[in-house]
């Protein structure tokens, strides 16, 4: 009996030194890619890797900033984010998070960043060469309020023409759910590029309708944002080629 137990207690102990060297290993591995990133931030930010000092800015028509709602408490850090975008030449981004704290920020916001202004709706394309920088500020509450006064808008659209055509067997659509989410003015332009601050690799509730050919990019916490890994992720999407299908 005494040499099993002591069997045991050498194979346990076996086990966790065998988890010691690989939580070492994989803790190592993480420590050096995050130097790397750091490394490779500080040299797209002071102009030595050449291909990132040109980006093709313009195929970035409107984008969004999703932030966990903990962290858009950081104001100044959204500010230095949005003046970095400005810089780059980017003229229209949206800002959301869940909870709404960007909303309660607005004002701050838009006075901190030069030329900032709300964004305003209209049928009309978004239009690349304008001058100043549209700000839209979003939250899971508009995503809620849309549908529910997008399917009431459908509801009543079938009900006059029920009592039109007699046909009670109509059925809603893409198209048309697109079309009342623009009629009760919550349609918006679909960005071409999200960006996420925060630890959850998701969009954290952005309108699902706006972002069918949306790409979307974990870019890790706010407080650790860096102007070079900014850059990266823009560089790469303007690098992307995407088929829409037919």
Same mark, same amino acid.
């Given at each position: ?5 002591? *069997? ?8 966790? *030194? ?6 070492? &290993? ?12 750091? @490394? ?15 980006? /093709?800015?313009? +195929?970035? #028509?409107? *984008? ?11 104001? @100044?850090?959204?500010?230095?984010? @949005? %003046? ?19 909303? #309660? ?12 202004? @709300? ?7 978004? #239009? ?9 500020? &979003?939250?899971?509450? /508009? ?16 009900? +006059? ?5 007699? /046909?009670?067997? %109509?059925?809603?659509?893409?198209? #048309? ?14 960005? /071409? ?7 959850? +690799? ?31 992720? &823009? ?6 080629? %995407?088929?829409?299908?037919?």
């Amino acid at each position: 009996m005494t040499i099993k137990v002591e *069997l045991q207690k050498i194979g346990i102990l076996g086990l966790q *030194l065998i988890w010691i060297f690989l939580h070492f &290993i994989v803790s190592s591995f993480y420590f050096l890619v995050s130097i790397a990133t750091t @490394l490779e931030s500080y040299l797209i930010s002071c102009g030595f890797l050449r291909k990132y000092n040109h980006l /093709d800015i313009d +195929r970035v #028509q409107y *984008l969004a900033i999703v932030v966990e709602s903990d962290e858009a408490y950081n104001t @100044l850090k959204i500010i230095e984010l @949005l %003046q970095w975008l400005e810089s780059m030449g980017i003229r229209s981004v949206c800002l959301y998070d869940a909870e709404g704290v960007l909303k #309660q920020s607005k004002e701050i916001i838009l006075k901190k960043v030069k030329n900032a202004s @709300l964004f305003q709706e209209t049928d009309e394309p978004l #239009q690349l060469n304008c001058k100043g920088f549209t700000l839209e500020f &979003i939250s899971a509450s /508009d995503g809620k309020e849309a549908v529910a006064r997008a399917a009431s808008f459908l509801l009543k659209d079938k009900w +006059r023409k029920t009592n039109m055509s007699g /046909d009670s067997n %109509q059925c809603f659509s893409e198209s #048309q759910m697109t079309e009342a989410l623009k009629a009760v003015g919550c349609g918006g332009p679909d960005p /071409d590029l999200i960006l996420v601050y925060g630890p959850s +690799r998701c969009h954290l509730g952005f309108p699902a309708w706006r972002i069918r050919y949306t790409e979307i990019i974990h870019m890790g916490p706010l407080k650790s944002k860096k102007y070079g890994s900014l850059v990266k992720a &823009i560089y790469k999407f303007t690098m992307v080629r %995407q088929n829409y299908g037919k």
